[in-house]
């Protein structure tokens, strides 16, 4: 018993009777946000440590009956690491996790184990960073007692599995080790294994008013800016640090990272926080008009300056001024800004007067200044006075932790724009979110959410398809139910033998055309891009073939 196959043979739905065993196991499917509810109550009622002892032990439980499992159905001639690997199979069947091997030493008659394993999409992981975002702790705490709970039913020994590294504490993959519980030699942890009477305990424990320890979880430490990953706070702390004085900040990062999210957090916890704070898009406005936006103008100035105007520089004297695509800005205007960056002086345009402002500069750019410079296109001394603390804000695939917060954030600002109330996302519309690399960063994220609001309906879920309607490819799974009620894998025929059918029921070439087109539309629920996905053509290819044999778009 060493493959997919013979553990999908294992596993049986009766639906007559509402039983699902796993060869003679009965076994639940639950909702794994249900679990995770439950999961979050734990910790909030109990505490940290003592709902985390119950969850591992409530894993190991579960460890011990696969375990069991295992030895039971081990085949004849098989190897000791075969049957083992049963385990890691059935943990991915059962929905938990995907195991990768790294290493493993087993020797049955010594007892001795020593096995290194990388877990991936492991439900615990998502379920903790979606209600806490990430922490200073590993956090698979199920998982963990599975793997200890089957590892020391097959070895007959106690071991111990530990998390090295988690993706709940911002580490790039969950990496576990496991070996004997002496080998380990912390009694501390081991406790975490053994039943605890705490019934007493919970009497003084005012249950629900202890908060989460610390170590559970690292707080977002403001109102405005959204995010809990290593990344995102590495960030925050030198903006922290900057608002203290009025230092000029370079925020630099991809286009929709939030620069000017971080500008306005900046001016508003700075000692300026009463005065203006101006934003200008310096990309956005015509070279020819940039000075006059900028510094002012007088009448007369050029033809269509009818009367005098201030500039940016002046209507933010005493606050901040946030120069947006400062690398876009032409080299006329750049020697100006050096002014007014070394001097505080500056002059309107038609002007001879020279005035004094008290501005902070805060720019932001998507642009490599350093190869602007040796394009001659960003004049060097105005990089170095622009660079004095530059903050590199990361994109939002490189801090995953943030994006559960964000949606959050954008659900609750647009379901109450729409007047619309919702469940939140599915765990497909979760899952394809996770895995999105997010070109548009922050802006797209927001972008999104705000269609899925207008699609969702209301009371209902965001799904996967109200997000990338393009993206959502059809379901791929290699295995279903057979009419015996046992997971299997798809029998798929061969195209000749479906040639061959058709062919005998005279179906002619347009028709077989027209019909597919009508049943790809269909299963697509009239979306034209799935449809055509499934089809192998373009979706302009689609329409004009539905045009051309005058098939309505369901």
């Given at each position: 018993?060493?493959?997919?196959?013979?553990?999908?043979?294992?596993?049986?739905?009766?639906?007559?009777?509402?039983?699902?065993?796993?060869?003679?196991?009965?076994?639940?499917?639950?909702?794994?946000?249900?679990?995770?509810?439950?999961?979050?109550?734990?910790?909030?009622?109990?505490?940290?440590?003592?709902?985390?002892?119950?969850?591992?032990?409530?894993?190991?439980?579960?460890?011990?009956?696969?375990?069991?499992?295992?030895?039971?159905?081990?085949?004849?001639?098989?190897?000791?690491?075969?049957?083992?690997?049963?385990?890691?199979?059935?943990?991915?069947?059962?929905?938990?996790?995907?195991?990768?091997?790294?290493?493993?030493?087993?020797?049955?008659?010594?007892?001795?184990?020593?096995?290194?394993?990388?877990?991936?999409?492991?439900?615990?992981?998502?379920?903790?960073?979606?209600?806490?975002?990430?922490?200073?702790?590993?956090?698979?705490?199920?998982?963990?007692?599975?793997?200890?709970?089957?590892?020391?039913?097959?070895?007959?020994?106690?071991?111990?599995?530990?998390?090295?590294?988690?993706?709940?504490?911002?580490?790039?993959?969950?990496?576990?080790?496991?070996?004997?519980?002496?080998?380990?030699?912390?009694?501390?942890?081991?406790?975490?294994?053994?039943?605890?009477?705490?019934?007493?305990?919970?009497?003084?424990?005012?249950?629900?008013?202890?908060?989460?320890?610390?170590?559970?979880?690292?707080?977002?430490?403001?109102?405005?800016?959204?995010?809990v990953s290593p990344a995102f706070m590495n960030a925050f702390e030198l903006l922290q640090r900057a608002a203290q004085g009025s230092i000029t900040v370079l925020l630099l990062g991809e286009t929709g990272v939030g620069k000017e999210m971080f500008a306005?957090?900046?001016?508003?916890?700075?000692?300026?926080?009463?005065?203006?704070?101006?934003?200008?898009?310096?990309?956005?406005?015509?070279?020819?008009?940039?000075?006059?936006?900028?510094?002012?103008?007088?009448?007369?100035?050029?033809?269509?300056?009818?009367?005098?105007?201030?500039?940016?520089?002046?209507?933010?004297?005493?606050?901040?001024?946030?120069?947006?695509?400062?690398?876009?800005?032409?080299?006329?205007?750049?020697?100006?800004?050096?002014?007014?960056?070394?001097?505080?002086?500056?002059?309107?345009?038609?002007?001879?007067?020279?005035?004094?402002?008290?501005?902070?500069?805060?720019?932001?750019?998507?642009?490599?200044?350093?190869?602007?410079?040796?394009?001659?296109?960003?004049?060097?001394?105005?990089?170095?006075?622009?660079?004095?603390?530059?903050?590199?804000?990361?994109?939002?695939?490189?801090?995953?932790?943030?994006?559960?917060?964000?949606?959050?954030?954008?659900?609750?600002?647009?379901?109450?724009?729409?007047?619309?109330?919702?469940?939140?996302?599915?765990?497909?519309?979760?899952?394809?979110?996770?895995?999105?690399?997010?070109?548009?960063?922050?802006?797209?994220?927001?972008?999104?959410?705000?269609?899925?609001?207008?699609?969702?309906?209301?009371?209902?879920?965001?799904?996967?398809?109200?997000?990338?309607?393009?993206?959502?490819?059809?379901?791929?799974?290699?295995?279903?139910?057979?009419?015996?009620?046992?997971?299997?894998?798809?029998?798929?025929?061969?195209?000749?033998?479906?040639?061959?059918?058709?062919?005998?029921?005279?179906?002619?070439?347009?028709?077989?055309?027209?019909?597919?087109?009508?049943?790809?539309?269909?299963?697509?629920?009239?979306?034209?891009?799935?449809?055509?996905?499934?089809?192998?053509?373009?979706?302009?290819?689609?329409?004009?073939?539905?045009?051309?044999?005058?098939?309505?778009?369901?």
């Open positions: 018993m060493n493959t997919v196959t013979d553990l999908q043979s294992l596993l049986k739905f009766n639906l007559p009777s509402g039983h699902i065993w796993l060869d003679e196991q009965r076994m639940l499917l639950m909702h794994a946000r249900a679990l995770g509810a439950l999961r979050k109550e734990l910790f909030e009622t109990l505490g940290l440590k003592r709902a985390r002892g119950l969850l591992i032990r409530l894993g190991f439980a579960s460890g011990i009956r696969d375990g069991q499992m295992a030895l039971k159905h081990r085949r004849p001639g098989s190897s000791v690491e075969e049957a083992f690997m049963l385990g890691p199979q059935l943990h991915t069947l059962e929905g938990m996790v995907k195991v990768e091997k790294l290493s493993l030493e087993i020797n049955l008659p010594t007892k001795h184990f020593y096995g290194e394993f990388v877990w991936k999409n492991s439900w615990e992981d998502e379920a903790h960073v979606a209600d806490y975002g990430q922490g200073d702790e590993p956090a698979c705490w199920t998982m963990i007692g599975y793997a200890s709970g089957y590892t020391s039913a097959f070895m007959g020994r106690l071991v111990l599995f530990r998390e090295m590294e988690c993706m709940s504490q911002g580490d790039s993959q969950c990496l576990i080790i496991g070996q004997s519980a002496e080998a380990w030699n912390d009694p501390d942890y081991e406790e975490y294994f053994k039943a605890q009477a705490f019934a007493e305990e919970l009497i003084e424990y005012h249950m629900g008013a202890e908060k989460l320890d610390t170590a559970l979880v690292r707080r977002r430490s403001n109102d405005d800016l959204v995010g306005r957090w900046l001016h508003d916890n700075s000692p300026r926080a009463k005065g203006p704070f101006l934003a200008v898009n310096c990309a956005a406005i015509p070279h020819e008009l940039i000075e006059a936006e900028l510094f002012g103008v007088e009448k007369g100035a050029y033809t269509g300056a009818h009367t005098p105007r201030a500039g940016r520089f002046e209507r933010a004297d005493h606050g901040t001024l946030f120069l947006d695509e400062v690398g876009d800005l032409p080299l006329s205007t750049q020697v100006k800004l050096l002014r007014v960056l070394q001097t505080g002086e500056f002059e309107r345009l038609g002007s001879e007067r020279v005035q004094k402002v008290n501005v902070r500069i805060v720019a932001a750019t998507n642009v490599e200044l350093q190869q602007a410079i040796r394009e001659n296109k960003f004049r060097i001394d105005l990089y170095y006075r622009l660079n004095t603390f530059p903050i590199k804000i990361p994109p939002l695939r490189e801090r995953q932790a943030d994006i559960s917060p964000l949606i959050n954030r954008f659900m609750t600002k647009y379901c109450a724009s729409y007047n619309k109330k919702l469940q939140g996302l599915t765990d497909k519309a979760m899952q394809e979110v996770m895995s999105y690399e997010w070109p548009g960063n922050i802006r797209e994220l927001e972008n999104l959410i705000e269609r899925a609001v207008v699609l969702a309906p209301d009371g209902g879920y965001v799904e996967a398809c109200h997000l990338f309607d393009d993206r959502i490819e059809p379901c791929k799974e290699k295995s279903q139910l057979n009419a015996q009620g046992e997971l299997a894998p798809v029998e798929t025929r061969p195209i000749d033998d479906l040639c061959n059918e058709i062919l005998t029921k005279n179906v002619g070439l347009d028709t077989l055309e027209r019909r597919l087109m009508q049943t790809a539309l269909k299963q697509a629920k009239g979306n034209l891009s799935q449809a055509a996905r499934v089809l192998g053509i373009t979706r302009p290819q689609l329409a004009y073939r539905l045009k051309k044999e005058g098939i309505p778009l369901e």
